[in-house]
């Protein structure tokens, strides 16, 4: 059980990185949603929709991937682990993140096509 000694200290590391991986963010977003609330243009306006909605996917599609996500025990170390709510986060975070890749690869794609339909007209 010696590699055990140090985990607290990690557990404790990553909390910390997290909360203020979230704090950043939130900053961000409100930041960002009052310079655009100054500016009444159109693109200001295009702008905003399109944080909010990618926000909003991204809240959804966590929450979706955690409610489909397993918590059946697994062996780790040779002992098992079967903390359901870790279990759960660890698969939302694993399927959250294929499917993020998925959909920027595609935005890429759609992006290069619809800039050649553009330019090309």
């Given at each position: 059980?010696?590699?055990?000694?140090?985990s607290?200290?990690?557990?404790?590391?990553?909390?910390?990185?997290v909360?203020?991986a979230?704090?950043v963010c939130?900053?961000s977003?409100?930041?960002?949603?009052?310079?655009s609330a100054k500016?009444?243009?159109?693109?200001?306006?295009?702008?905003?929709?399109?944080?909010?909605?990618v926000?909003?996917v991204?809240?959804?599609?966590?929450?979706?991937?955690f409610?489909?996500?397993?918590s059946?025990?697994?062996?780790?170390?040779?002992?098992?682990?079967?903390?359901?709510?870790?279990?759960?986060v660890?698969?939302?975070f694993v399927?959250?993140?294929?499917?993020?890749?998925?959909?920027?690869?595609?935005?890429?794609v759609?992006?290069r096509?619809w800039?050649?339909?553009?330019?090309?007209?």
């Amino acid at each position: 059980m010696g590699t055990a000694i140090l985990s607290s200290i990690v557990i404790i590391v990553l909390e910390v990185v997290v909360a203020v991986a979230l704090g950043v963010c939130l900053w961000s977003v409100v930041r960002s949603a009052m310079r655009s609330a100054k500016e009444k243009n159109t693109k200001s306006r295009e702008q905003r929709l399109t944080s909010i909605c990618v926000a909003a996917v991204t809240v959804v599609l966590l929450v979706v991937t955690f409610l489909l996500g397993s918590s059946a025990p697994l062996i780790i170390n040779g002992l098992p682990y079967d903390d359901g709510w870790w279990l759960r986060v660890a698969d939302m975070f694993v399927a959250s993140t294929c499917v993020m890749l998925f959909l920027a690869a595609a935005a890429v794609v759609v992006g290069r096509v619809w800039s050649r339909r553009v330019h090309s007209s």
